[in-house]
């Protein structure tokens, strides 16, 4: 009975596919390959013309192989040969071969268009099948360009058979999705819109893919489908299981066209006409009523088809979000699918209520079902259902049950696949700050968060728990004595141990009366860890440290005594050494009073939305692969920067310096320690300022760091300062505007590091930088031009005051996170005279900075050049020359530049061609430059081109200002 | 690119560099992939594996235009994970910002893969359906059938599902049309000798 014994099977192939199978080995597989390849490569290029039915079998064993995994490099030329043959089975081959391996910028596109267009006005709908079969396999824009005008006329013609209506339908859709531009519907609108009424169910069924498609993009012009949709969508519903014979599946009609009638339904609100909404809320109602009723079959082909309705039909009352009714209906009914012995239905019914509880109406009903999802959380046996158990307990909480499913999701916790383990603990943390009513409940929640998945509790996670306990004084104490307790364990994570070692460094005095926590079991709890801990929260110990000797000048003798060790004063890690040096000075020779005040309690955290929402919302989306990217980019830098260098290098630098008394920065972390203090009042911004003392002196600051806004959380300036400097007085005045020369200053030092910054009458600051990687590092030398002292220069890191003539200097440690357009802000003030001074000047650090030069060969340039050829990936200028075309000069300033400069790569010796790479610490960003000097017009036409479209536009402005 | 790769490797530490520009610019058009799949959201079904238990792959069809790198690179990940799949398990499961809805017929496993918002229990039943019609068209269907038929296999989808959205779910005019077809094809074919047919191969 089957077609393959009529006949018309071709031996030749079957016997091929034999021989592959047989293959014992992937090596005997690709040498059969290997020589079919040379055969058919010998048949098609040999004298004897081959008929029709060989080429037919060659085309197709090359498609075979193709589709076995193997390149084909040859043989599209006969097949587009077959497109134009008479023979059905021919024309067949060729258009499978060309949808399968054509691509759309074939220099084939041409030929195939004149074969498809000759199918198309045969007038044979086999034939007409088949072209546009082939047009919707490739879809590419050239073919849009051809037929785009065509099909629209052949979808609506009277006379054309419904087969090729429904193959038009979709042809069109096909070509709509990938240049919308070229399909115009305009004339065909409302002829398409009545296709819906057809009576053939075929027709509907693909002409409704299409409408709804277009109403999404255009719902005004396409909007009388919604009365068309609801009566079609009625007369389906109400009609008898026979009544629509071949499209009724498993007893359910036309489980497809309803599915998407109720689809297209969901782009518009609902409707406004009184009798087509009670229309519709009827066939809902029979929809949710038909779902109850017994199982015509018991086929699970008959209650999915049945089902399949049902969900779609809840998605459109979801979408309304109006009809209480249905909403509370639609939940109970899914509340019977939860205990359904059927996988797949308790997975659906889980996901579709999450949805569910998200609307007012329905969200009390969902609640109900509280108890059977926690089973499910804990009995499934497939991790995608939990997860979506999971999913569902944190849509319906809220503040009655936030307490129940805290704990039910922390004790799954402790069995949790590893898979969601981390989004489990970032919802945790969620639910516990977003409900909390008392915040020694979140306080607990977090600690056992820690104890129970402490490998899986980022960073943002018990920062925020240190933010919220600091911001909020009543749980401060509470807070100290339960992860005092928390400490006592065995084992503790060691994120406990960073916790701990922060609370009980501010707030240890609160739980010190008790003698089973006083001030030396608490340090000798702590210190039992250290040895324990990896650097940062040794670092993140000794910070304190220094604060109990503050705390509790009774543990000074036996802290001094730990830091002067050898393991710590001589530790061969730099940041610890220099902690250790640097705070046990600190401690023998600060009076109490100063002592009380660089180390006085952390001061509020400014209010902001919870990073750790952001990094849930960052989890969830399809960003989930770019992080991944991300990271994978962080992994190549540090291979190439021979692992720790990075670290090595600023703490090399900080070691230069006398560092910051106070911990502050500090003991969140060096780099992303949350704005502390006062001279980073941006919210979110990951300056870490120059001046972190400011915080603790709670004073004003002379020079504040401030990325401008649209470039806040791009790059992070750490400046360690010197120390000793005396307490500064208030300065009260807001950062000036920069001047407006600030921009032209910046272009300066663009293609070098080094140079004199500003200069007015009275002041001269001159900047030294290098750069490395994603790190930088900034001198500023400010000079008085004047013969009398600038008072009241309250530099932390600076000396307080300027001596007439002198110059002080100050070190900037800068770290590139991600790409950035503005430079960072330089506010200075100063007093001369009685004046204030206050300026501000944009800081010369620019995102070519952070180049890596680059070397390549042409092949390579030219090879990368193409791969970056998407128009938004490209910037360009044309522009006149402000400087003498100078080849030495400009080679110099190209050099300047960063990146490498390529000789011989350009054909053309008189333009330059440069590449190389940016390093922030998030990405890598490749980049190509190209300069195409014109001595005679003295213009220059510059074109940038660089993986991220905001760093080539960057580069093409700053780059314009300097030829 | 790995041939790439391990020429700059050949070369020492100058293309060390050049082995870091080109893995940012692997990472780029990565990427870029990522967003293809993302701006073609409309596409309802992007794609249809069928692979045997052994993990070959027996039917490939895409709605989405991808390199064939991309191809390759998105089966091989598809497929081990439902294999990885133990029986009673239910037939969805979420991969990138895609559903994969799947079912074991046999020794063959049908996989879709929709967008993220898609119906999936009539995405099941699209599955069915064309198991339904392939097992019609050569009477009791089994892999050997759709390996040696691929062609054949391809065509039916074709009639069944066009460019990712069902085109005519009855099956008797899916059957209809292809039974045509192949009416044209018998008039068409003139009958030849088996030595011939030999000789060629």
Redesign the interface.
């Given at each position: 009975m089957p077609a393959v014994s009529k006949g018309d099977g071709m031996r030749g192939l079957a016997v091929f596919i034999s021989d592959i199978r047989n293959c014992k080995s992937k090596e005997a597989e690709i040498k059969r390959i290997n020589k079919e390849l040379a055969n058919i490569r010998s048949k098609f290029k040999g004298d004897k013309a081959l008929d029709g039915y060989s080429k037919k079998k060659y085309v197709c064993k090359l498609l075979f192989i193709f589709l076995l995994g193997h390149d084909i490099d040859f043989g599209h030329m006969e097949a587009v040969n077959l497109l134009s043959s008479n023979k059905y089975t021919e024309k067949q081959i060729g258009y499978l071969f060309i949808s399968v391996l054509v691509n759309s910028n074939s220099e084939l596109i041409r030929l195939i268009n004149n074969a498809i267009k000759n199918d198309l006005s045969s007038r044979n709908p086999t034939f007409m099948c088949l072209a546009l079969h082939c047009i919707a396999n490739v879809g590419s824009r050239e073919m849009a360009e051809a037929f785009a005008g065509e099909i629209p006329r052949i979808l609506v013609a009277g006379d054309t058979m419904d087969s090729v209506k429904q193959s038009a339908a979709l042809c069109l859709l096909r070509l709509y999705k990938t240049s919308p531009d070229l399909v115009l519907m305009g004339e065909w609108t409302s002829r398409v819109v009545h296709l819906l009424n057809d009576q053939h169910m075929g027709v509907v069924t693909a002409a409704i893919s299409l409408i709804t498609c277009l109403s999404q993009k255009n719902p005004d012009e396409f909007k009388t489908c919604v009365s068309l949709a609801v009566s079609r969508l009625s007369r389906i519903v109400s009609s008898a299981s026979t009544d629509l014979q071949d499209y009724t599946y498993y007893f359910v009609p036309a489980p497809w066209l309803s599915c998407k009638l109720l689809r297209l339904l969901q782009c518009y609100p609902p409707p406004e006409d009184g009798a087509v909404k009670g229309r519709l809320v009827e066939c809902l109602e029979t929809i949710l009523n038909k779902a109850q009723e017994p199982p015509k079959s018991k086929k699970v082909q008959h209650s999915n088809a049945k089902n399949a309705i049902l969900f779609e039909a809840i998605s459109l009352i979801i979408h309304y979000d109006s009809e209480p009714n249905l909403l509370v209906r639609a939940c109970n009914q899914l509340g019977q699918f939860l205990q359904h012995r059927e996988t797949n239905l308790r997975y659906l019914a889980l996901e579709s209520m999450c949805t569910l509880a998200s609307s007012e109406f329905s969200h009390e009903a969902v609640k109900t079902h509280i108890e059977t999802v926690i089973n499910a959380l804990k009995t499934e046996r497939d991790v995608s259902v939990r997860q979506r158990a999971a999913d569902l307990l944190y849509a319906m909480c809220d503040r009655s049950n936030a307490k129940q499913i805290v704990a039910e999701m922390l004790s799954y916790l402790e069995t949790a696949d590893y898979s969601i383990r981390e989004e489990m603990v970032l919802k945790v943390a969620i639910l516990a700050e977003k409900y909390a009513v008392d915040y020694s409940w979140y306080v607990d929640t977090i600690l056992n968060l820690i104890r129970i998945a402490g490998d899986y509790v980022s960073e943002e996670v018990w920062y925020r728990v240190i933010q919220i306990v600091i911001n909020r004084d009543d749980v401060q104490g509470y807070a100290a004595k339960t992860v005092f307790e928390a400490l006592q364990a065995p084992a503790c994570h060691e994120n406990m141990v960073k916790v701990g070692g922060y609370i009980l460094g501010e707030f240890g005095n609160l739980i010190a009366g008790d003698p089973r926590s006083s001030p030396l079991v608490q340090f000798n709890l702590l210190h039992s860890k250290f040895h324990l801990c990896s650097v940062p929260t040794r670092a993140l110990l000794l910070s304190a440290y220094i604060k109990f000797i503050n705390l509790f000048p009774e543990t000074k003798s036996t802290i001094q005594e730990v830091l002067r060790s050898d393991s710590q004063i001589r530790n061969s890690d730099v940041e610890l050494q220099q902690r250790a040096v640097e705070y046990l000075k600190l401690s023998s020779i600060a009076s109490t009073d100063v002592l009380a005040t660089v180390l006085e309690e952390m001061p509020p955290f400014p209010e902001r939305e919870s990073s750790i929402l952001a990094k849930l919302k960052k989890k969830k989306g399809p960003g989930a692969v770019s992080v991944n990217e991300l990271e994978e980019g962080k992994r190549e830098g540090g291979e190439l920067n021979g692992g720790g260098e990075r670290g090595g290098d600023s703490s090399a630098i900080a070691a230069s310096n006398a560092s910051t008394p106070s911990p502050s920065a500090d003991l969140l972390g060096l780099r992303t320690g949350p704005p502390v203090t006062a001279a980073a009042p941006s919210a979110g911004s990951l300056l870490v300022d120059v001046f972190s003392e400011a915080g603790v002196n709670d004073d004003g600051f002379l020079r504040d760091l401030e990325p401008p806004t649209e470039s806040s959380d791009s790059l992070l300036a750490e400046g360690p300062g010197d120390s000793d400097s005396a307490p500064p007085t208030v300065v009260s005045e807001d950062p000036a505007p920069p001047l407006p020369e600030s921009n032209e200053l910046l272009n300066k030092f663009v293609c070098k590091n080094n140079g004199v910054l500003f200069e007015n009458q009275l002041l001269q600051i001159g900047i030294k930088s290098e750069y490395r990687q994603n790190l930088g590092r900034m001198y500023l030398f400010y000079g008085n031009k004047t013969s009398v002292q600038f008072l009241n220069v309250q530099a932390k890191p600076v000396e307080p005051l300027i001596e007439g003539g002198a110059q002080v200097q100050q070190v900037i440690n800068i770290e590139c996170l991600s790409d950035f357009m503005e430079a960072p802000l330089l506010n200075i003030k100063f007093r001369y005279g009685g004046a204030l001074q206050n300026l501000t000047l944009k800081l010369p650090v620019t995102i070519n900075k952070f180049f890596q030069p680059t070397e390549m060969a042409s092949h390579d340039f030219f090879q990368r050049w193409k791969q970056l050829s998407q128009p938004q990936q490209e910037a360009q200028k044309i522009f006149k020359a402000n400087h003498a075309m100078d080849t030495e000069v400009l080679k110099a300033k190209l050099l300047g530049l960063g990146m490498a400069l390529l000789e011989n790569v350009d054909p053309n010796p008189e333009n330059f061609v440069c590449a190389g790479v940016i390093q922030t610490k998030a990405q890598q960003v490749g980049s190509l430059l190209r300069l195409e000097p014109n001595a005679q017009a003295q213009m220059y036409r510059l074109t940038l081109r660089s993986s991220k479209d905001t760093v080539s536009k960057r580069l093409c402005e700053l780059l314009a200002e300097q030829f | 690119m790995s041939g790439q790769d391990s020429n700059d490797l050949a070369k020492g530490r100058?293309?060390?560099?050049?082995g870091?520009?080109t893995?940012?610019?692997t990472?780029?058009?990565?990427?870029?992939h990522?967003h293809g799949i993302?701006r073609?959201i409309?596409?309802?079904m992007q794609f249809m594996l069928l692979f045997s238990r052994q993990g070959k792959?027996r039917l490939?069809k895409w709605y989405v235009?991808l390199s064939?790198t991309q191809k390759?690179k998105i089966s091989r990940e598809v497929i081990q994970m439902v294999l990885a799949r133990?029986p009673?398990?239910?037939?969805?499961?979420?991969w990138?910002?895609l559903k994969i809805v799947y079912k074991r017929y046999a020794s063959l496993y049908f996989c879709c893969a929709v967008e993220d918002q898609e119906?999936?229990?009539?995405t099941?039943?699209?599955i069915?359906?064309y198991v339904e019609l392939l097992d019609k068209?050569?009477?009791s269907v089994c892999e050997l059938?759709i390996?040696?038929?691929?062609?054949?296999a391809?065509?039916i989808l074709?009639e069944f599902i066009?460019?990712g959205?069902?085109?005519?779910?009855?099956?008797?005019?899916v059957l209809k049309?292809?039974?045509?077809?192949?009416m044209?094809?018998?008039e068409?074919?003139t009958?030849?000798s088996?030595l011939e047919?030999?000789g060629?191969?």
């Open positions: - | 100058r293309v060390h560099v050049t870091l520009l893995s940012a610019f990472a780029i058009s990565r990427k870029a990522a993302e073609n409309n596409f309802k792959l490939q235009p064939d390759k133990k009673k398990m239910c037939s969805f499961l979420e990138r910002d119906n999936e229990l009539i099941l039943e699209i069915h359906r068209y050569f009477g059938d390996i040696f038929n691929f062609e054949k391809y065509y074709d066009l460019g959205e069902a085109q005519e779910t009855s099956k008797k005019n049309a292809i039974e045509q077809a192949d044209l094809q018998e068409a074919e009958p030849r088996v047919e030999i060629l191969t």
